[in-house]
T-cell receptor, first 112, second 114 residues
Framework: GAVVSQHPSRVICKSGTSVKIECRSLDFQATTMFWYRQFPKKSLMLMATSNEGSKATYEQGVEKDKFLINHASLTLSTLTVTSAHPEDSSFYIC????????FGQGTRLTVV | GDSVTQMEGPVTLSEEAFLTINCTYTATGYPSLFWYVQYPGEGLQLLLKATKADDKGSNKGFEATYRKETTSFHLEKGSVQVSDSAVYFCALAHSGGGADGLTFGKGTHLIIQP
């Protein structure tokens, strides 16, 4: 099946710094990718839809200036958490769709 | 808005036991329903899906039937194995393959003991 690769799987950063997470579709082109966030014991929440060559579409309540999304090519979307704070610590997951949604392995972000 | 509610975990069973993980949903229209599984250290994988009322999705011995009258999509397996230990997510989407994004439940951690 199709593979979506997410990197890094874990990252620890200092408060106030920025962190970039990459999501790649390895064997297909994805004009649309999705970013989700999961808090402990909570659902995966859709944060934004990443559109190749255009601006991302953010869900209500998600700060677009905090979570920068760039979908520069048909196989790569990046999520940058800017000026990270401890409350941004979470599990971030991306997905790309080819008939069905394929998910990356997720990134555990810890802001200290 | 849309929402998915599934039973809290962890659920611990012995090998060969019968499994049911309950899932109910709230949504407008006629969504497609999904079960995803996440094995340790891996990404979410589609386990099964159903796109209309009374459809039954099945895969790897797991089954779930789309019940519109009870807005449910309960996951069942007749005889679980240790290798079924994972986190299971119920989800819905308003497009067949989740092309418009998915709404997930909180996930149920299943632990199968030998």
């Amino acid at each position: 099946g199709a593979v979506v690769s997410q990197h890094p799987s874990r990252v620890i950063c200092k408060s106030g710094t920025s962190v970039k997470i990459e999501c790649r579709s390895l064997d297909f082109q994805a004009t649309t990718m999705f970013w989700y966030r999961q808090f402990p014991k909570k659902s995966l929440m859709l944060m934004a839809t990443s559109n190749e060559g255009s601006k991302a579409t953010y869900e209500q309540g998600v700060e677009k200036d905090k979570f920068l999304i760039n979908h520069a090519s048909l196989t790569l979307s990046t999520l940058t958490v800017t000026s990270a704070h401890p409350e941004d610590s979470s599990f971030y997951i991306c997905s790309a769709t080819r008939g069905e949604a394929f998910f990356g392995q997720g990134t555990r972000l810890t802001v200290v | 808005g849309d929402s998915v509610t599934q039973m809290e975990g962890p659920v611990t069973l012995s090998e060969e036991a019968f499994l049911t993980i309950n899932c109910t949903y709230t949504a407008t229209g006629y969504p497609s329903l999904f079960w995803y599984v996440q094995y340790p250290g891996e990404g979410l994988q589609l386990l099964l899906k159903a796109t209309k009322a009374d459809d039954k999705g099945s895969n790897k011995g797991f089954e779930a039937t789309y019940r519109k009258e009870t807005t449910s999509f309960h996951l069942e397996k007749g005889s679980v194995q240790v290798s079924d230990s994972a986190v299971y997510f119920c989800a819905l989407a308003h497009s067949g393959g989740g092309a418009d994004g998915l709404t997930f439940g909180k996930g149920t951690h299943l632990i199968i003991q030998p």
